[in-house]
């Protein structure tokens, strides 16, 4: 059965990648981000399944008018997915209060607007998505403030499971390790690259850990979603491994 598939910070990374995967499954999709040129041109490369709309998902204001207007093409959705997020490693006290606010805005009030905006959406059998990270139980220099946010997004998640059980809705949280477009990415991605060093200023080298790919974990997304009706993960851990180098 198709299905309406929103995904947040769906112009790059993951969210596209996972827009791209439900969109080449047959399901519409309907990416958010905050720059409407950038999730435009994710879109039209993707196909006639997927459509785009501008949303800062830490702006109160614009998630209710990006939902309003997914309502109008779509009276109904199946699953949300909570991927937009802000990560940079930087100190506490080197931390703008732009910074700061922008961060939790992000990860965390971002994904809680938006599933109070879909929940009127979704009807019994409807997945919400809650992306989380590693960093949620473990140290990296630099990352407190991302760390922080992605915690309260987990015991948010599984409050709102409990809250959302007499409807019928899964509430899944997915921690998602360490992830790019291909392996070759620490060397020709000029994003990524920048993230090394930013890293590396904080002890940290990304490239000594093991990596997954972007393809890879929307293959459990896409597991998640069509789970039977009478089954609900409320917290999957992703770790990605470090494969043998080929002979």
């Given at each position: 059965?198709?299905?309406?598939?929103?995904?947040?910070?769906?112009?790059?990374?993951?969210?596209?990648?996972?827009?791209?995967?439900?969109?080449?499954?047959?399901?519409?999709?309907?990416?958010?981000?905050?720059?409407?040129?950038?999730?435009?041109?994710?879109?039209?490369?993707?196909?006639?399944?997927?459509?785009?709309?501008?949303?800062?998902?830490?702006?109160?204001d614009?998630?209710?008018?990006?939902?309003?207007?997914?309502?109008?093409?779509?009276?109904?959705?199946?699953?949300?997915?909570?991927?937009?997020?802000?990560?940079e490693?930087?100190?506490?006290?080197?931390?703008?209060?732009?910074?700061?606010?922008?961060?939790?805005?992000?990860?965390?009030?971002?994904?809680?607007?938006?599933?109070?905006?879909?929940?009127?959406?979704?009807?019994?059998?409807?997945?919400?998505?809650?992306?989380?990270?590693?960093?949620?139980?473990?140290?990296?220099?630099?990352?407190?403030?991302?760390?922080?946010?992605?915690?309260?997004?987990?015991?948010?998640?599984l409050?709102?499971?409990?809250?959302?059980?007499?409807?019928?809705?899964?509430?899944?949280?997915?921690?998602a390790?360490?992830?790019?477009?291909?392996?070759?990415?620490w060397?020709?991605?000029?994003?990524?690259?920048?993230?090394?060093?930013?890293?590396?200023?904080?002890?940290?080298?990304?490239?000594?850990?093991?990596?997954?790919?972007?393809?890879?974990?929307?293959?459990?997304?896409?597991a998640?979603?069509?789970?039977?009706?009478?089954?609900?993960?409320?917290?999957?851990?992703?770790?990605?491994?470090?494969?043998?180098?080929?002979?």
């Amino acid at each position: 059965m198709t299905k309406t598939v929103v995904i947040t910070g769906a112009g790059s990374g993951l969210g596209r990648a996972l827009a791209k995967r439900f969109a080449d499954d047959g399901d519409n999709v309907v990416l958010l981000g905050r720059t409407l040129s950038k999730v435009q041109a994710a879109a039209a490369e993707i196909g006639a399944r997927a459509s785009a709309v501008a949303c800062d998902v830490s702006a109160p204001d614009q998630v209710r008018a990006a939902f309003a207007e997914i309502a109008a093409r779509y009276p109904a959705i199946d699953v949300l997915i909570n991927n937009a997020a802000l990560v940079e490693h930087i100190g506490v006290v080197e931390a703008s209060d732009r910074h700061i606010l922008e961060t939790i805005g992000t990860n965390l009030t971002g994904p809680v607007l938006c599933a109070r905006a879909a929940i009127p959406l979704l009807e019994s059998g409807g997945h919400i998505f809650n992306v989380t990270s590693g960093a949620a139980e473990r140290y990296f220099g630099g990352l407190a403030l991302y760390a922080a946010s992605k915690a309260a997004l987990e015991r948010f998640s599984l409050s709102l499971y409990e809250e959302l059980q007499p409807q019928g809705i899964c509430v899944t949280f997915v921690r998602a390790g360490q992830m790019v477009d291909h392996q070759g990415s620490w060397n020709d991605d000029p994003a990524i690259a920048a993230t090394v060093e930013s890293a590396l200023a904080h002890g940290l080298d990304p490239r000594k850990r093991p990596s997954s790919t972007f393809a890879s974990v929307t293959n459990a997304f896409r597991a998640l979603a069509d789970l039977p009706p009478d089954l609900c993960a409320a917290s999957i851990v992703l770790r990605p491994r470090r494969l043998p180098e080929a002979d």
